[in-house]
């Protein structure tokens, strides 16, 4: 080959990646006029400017029959490579729907599954910007076996590298269990979707009529199904803020989350944390008031926000370190654990575990919620999920009960009895069976019927249960507490306690995994 002829050559290869990049004109602006963007330009919203780095740019399918022979555009659909994410290697796959709208064929699925194991075997973050229409129906079982190689390679990856899935556009039947197998999922309101049978299925068999969005849009799976971890109203949101998770989030299992300079308190002293809670059980406050008084900068991440809201679990910085943080808020149902909440805190938990994210668990929990709907939802086995995910995590455990804490919900709250490595409680808590009113009814059943004043019988009854039982320095002269702490030295007392357990090191028994609740 002659130098003209390697420079004709090279000139050719530049025009047809040019291209590519382009894009179809028409597909472009079809994107666009709903909202959406094309797949380069949330590339380039994901990565650090300039980093990334394409594979398989060139791949076409080699499927025949319906017309496809004669449509073979290049990447198939989906473009799949890695770039720096703050200055970090990130593995990403995106669907084109220019191409195909999106849909999985054999060629398309082979390059999926090519950078999901060039992520595990680098040990760097996965993320998949999901906007394609499922499977290629031209192209049959094939298109189906594709998906079940994901579903393969999903679960393997699993607790050992970060796997985050975006919702940029519709997710339709088994497409939709892929990102349910992921760690985080994202979604954009008004134009990303997931189901298993779209809104004409449900009509065709059940008589329902119903939107996409309200089937399965983003609000729908952020407050009621709890699908989606976060919702956001466009694309640059949320692309930003999967950048910022992923600064939160160590490269994968073997790796501790990377380190920032200690941010500044919101206040200094202290002492606001002294007047945000109420001292009366009974009067509700914002727990997240409370967390942004102890972590840097008042920030953090809030994990499924508008699902199960009497429980919070966030990310943040503690003295530069990130941590995960359980607590119960009392503004949403006096922040009782329920079947949907146990979930939540239980699958948050796991997570931390997996990537050595330590734990500090806020308690002010008057129990588990009673009723008849729970019980028969099954509360017991979804209660044990918490329950299971906290025994069996090795990562450094700090709880801190704030005011109270009764019954099976302490226990679970991640005691010191289950394993937490440090349990500090304020001034205002109270640890019990249950609250001195329900226990003392129970135990002084007999003297308060034979009274001849009983209600004023109780109330003497009720003021010595609290006195001899649970008064506020009761569990730390058992041992159950570790100290008991002025709130304002709150943040002081968790950053000494994290950096004296940082290089904690726990082994479970051998075994080939454990068989949790369901």
Known sequence: MTENDAASRAAELTAIRDEIVLGNTRGTEQQHSKGKLTVRERLALLFDEGTFQEVETLRRHRATGFGLEGRRPHTDGVVTGWG???????????????????????????????????????????????????????????????????????????????????????????????????????????????????????????????????????????????????????????????????SMLPDNNRQTPPTFPAGA??????????????????????????????????????????????????????????????????????????????????????????????????????????????????????????????????????????????????IVMDSRSIGADLAYAWPTNEIAVMGAEGAANVVFRREIQEAADPEATRAELVKAYKTELMHPYYAAERGLVDDVIDPAETRTALIAGLAMLRRKHQSLPLRKHGNPPT
């Open 84 to 246: 720096l994410v703050e200055g970090r290697t990130v593995f990403v796959y995106a669907h084109d729907f220019r191409i195909f709208g999106g849909s999985l064929g054999e060629a398309h699925a082979t390059k999926i599954h090519k950078i999901m194991d060039m992520a595990l075997a680098a040990g760097a973050p996965l993320v998949s910007l999901n906007d394609g229409a499922g499977a290629r129906i031209q192209e049959g079982v094939q298109a189906l076996a594709g998906y079940g190689g994901i579903f393969a390679r999903n679960t393997k990856a699993s607790g050992v590298i970060p796997q985050i899935s975006v919702m940029l556009g519709p997710c339709a039947g088994g497409a939709a269990y892929s990102p349910a197998l992921t760690d985080f999922v994202f979604m954009v309101r008004d134009t990303s979707q997931m189901f298993i049978t779209g809104p004409d299925v449900v009509r065709a068999v059940t008589g329902e009529e119903i939107s996409q969005n309200g089937l399965g849009g983003a609000d729908v799976h952020a407050e009621t199904s709890g699908v989606a971890h976060f919702a956001y109203d466009d694309e640059e949101t949320c692309l930003a803020e999967v950048r910022f998770l992923l």
């Open 265 to 410: 308190p919101a206040d200094p002293t202290g002492a606001t944390l002294q007047s945000l809670v109420p001292a009366d059980g009974t009067r509700p406050y914002d727990m997240r008031a409370v967390i942004e008084q102890l972590v840097d900068d008042g920030e953090h991440m809030e994990v499924h926000e508008r699902w199960a809201l009497s429980i919070i679990c966030t990310l943040a910085r503690l003295d530069g370190h990130v941590v995960g943080i359980v607590a119960n808020q009392p503004r949403a149902l006096a922040g009782v654990l329920d079947i949907h909440s146990s979930e939540k805190a239980a699958r948050f938990v796991q997570f931390c575990d997996a990537f050595n994210i330590p734990l500090i668990t806020l308690v002010d929990v008057p129990g588990f919620l009673p009723g008849v709907g729970q019980e028969h939802g099954g509360i017991i086995r979804h209660g044990a999920k918490l329950l299971y995910a906290y025994c069996n995590a090795t990562v450094p455990r700090i709880s801190l009960i704030l005011r109270k804490a009764y019954g099976g919900a302490y």
